[in-house]
């Protein structure tokens, strides 16, 4: 099982996609939920990223909007940098 570390800029992101997407919290937490359990689940769609967020990787909440996330395996942790549609957190 993973750990998400929850950072306080993430945070702020989160509170900001949460007032301004109600409608999708029940199946943000269940994403989270899945991502500590499995992160290679493929309801997730994680895939590493390319050019200068080469280091990051994405999972999907749905079609539109995606999470980008730092991703330590070797520490069994998950760090959220960004949350929104795909064009906001690239």
Known sequence: MYKIIFTESYVKRAKKF???H?????QYKKTLQLLELNPIHP?????KLEGKFSEYYRISINMT?????DFIITEKEIIPINIGKHDEVY
């Not at 109600?22 to 029940?26: S, T, Y």
């Not at 309801?43 to 895939?47: A, C, D, I």
């Not at 909007?65 to 996330?69: A, F, G, K, L, M």
């Open 65 to 69: 909007y995606r999470i980008t996330i």
């Open 43 to 47: 309801s997730l769609r994680l895939h």
């Open 18 to 20: 949460a007032k301004k």
């Open 22 to 26: 109600p409608d999708l919290l029940n």
